[in-house]
């Protein structure tokens, strides 16, 4: 049974701004493993993606739940590749939860889908 659906779109240039603005953007936004993948990143426009597709899904995921972000915090919400390289998502006090997220980029934007369906 699905328990929530949510999607986010964020402008890779608003991403972009706020990382130039304030280097503890990335600190509030990405756990430490998911800074650990982002450091590694070569260039800054593959980092603004990264970081604006994470961004995107920790938001979907937190629309998902009915509450969005402020009930939820960023760090609570863990987004990883699996071994096939696709995203995936943990998130703390939703363990019981299938949780299946989508992240796609433009030229000018990242988007991400979640939804969150009851184990059966």
Known sequence: MIKGIGIDLIELDRIKDSLEKNKRFVDRILTQKEREVFNKLQ????KVEFLAGRFAAKEAFAKATGTGIGKLSFQHIEVFANEKGAPEIKAIGFEVENIFVSITHSRDYA????IIEAKT
């Open 43 to 46: 260039n800054d426009h593959r």
């Open 111 to 114: 988007t991400a889908q979640v």
